[in-house]
């Protein structure tokens, strides 16, 4: 079902654009698509801005160029996978442990189309526990306050916890040194007022709640893709 959403996204990929590369999984077999259209000569002058090192390591075994974020003059569209999708196509991304940088190229993109499985699918986001990117200093003090602000914006729980390096003690760096809390909520009957709170703390670098960035989001199924618009 992935690879159907991937395969439908390459079709809104001109030649002589410059692509934001999502990072996850299924972000991955569209670069490994956009790598072959290339090969093919389907595509040609293409760039992308990766948003991750596992990202950019996938393009460089595909075969994709890659034009570093501050020498990009713009950013023509993104394809990026989501950890979950409401009806509104506000997200929850960052399970990868890239939300800030997958942040950070979002906004600078003209459009940005996610790719994912129609179980990433939901009527309340909150489910995925929401990733939270912080830094290391007095990090618990911050988790305290992203506790707060999640319980005063109406999550029914708030488990806080440190994310951790595969199955050891050490925790969980993402490429620009942060860590990361993910937030267990249940659901978030909210999200703006969420964001909202979140962003104001100090120590918080960035939050996995993406609202008002995606406008068309690919639904890979089991015999094809269906493409939804806002």
């Known amino acids: 079902m992935k690879a159907h959403a991937a395969e439908a996204a390459l079709d809104y990929a001109e030649s002589g ?23 093919a000569g389907l595509l040609s002058d293409i760039r992308g801005v990766p948003t991750s090192s596992m990202t950019e390591r996938a393009a460089q075994a595909a075969g994709v160029p890659l034009i570093p974020a501050d020498q990009a003059s713009r950013i023509d569209l993104t394809v990026d996978g989501a950890d979950e999708v409401d009806g509104r196509f506000r997200l929850i991304k960052g399970g990868g442990g890239c939300l800030l940088r997958e942040k950070i190229i979002a906004h600078a993109s003209d459009r940005m189309i996610v790719v994912i499985d129609e179980t ?29 602000a999640l ?21 969980f760096v993402t490429d620009g040194g942060h860590f990361i809390l993910d937030c267990e909520c249940g659901e978030l009957p909210n999200p703006e007022d969420t964001a909202r709170r979140l962003a104001a703390i100090p120590g918080v670098m960035e939050h996995g709640l993406f609202i008002g960035l995606a406008r068309t989001v690919i639904v890979g199924e089991e015999d094809g893709a269906e493409v939804l618009e806002i």
Do not use: N, W
């Not at 654009?17 to 072959?36: H, N, Q, V, Y």
């Not at 290391?136 to 911050?142: E, G, K, M, N, V």
């Open 17 to 39: 654009m410059i692509l934001g590369l999502g990072s996850g999984s299924t972000a991955e077999i569209f670069i490994d698509r956009l790598g072959k259209a290339l090969k």
């Open 120 to 148: 990433k699918l939901v009527e309340t986001l909150g489910a995925f526990p929401l990733p939270v990117e912080v830094d290391p200093f007095a990090f618990t003090i911050t988790a305290k306050k992203v506790f707060d």
């Open 151 to 171: 319980r005063a914006s109406g999550a029914p729980r708030a488990d806080v916890a440190l994310r951790r390096r595969g199955d050891g003690p050490a925790p």
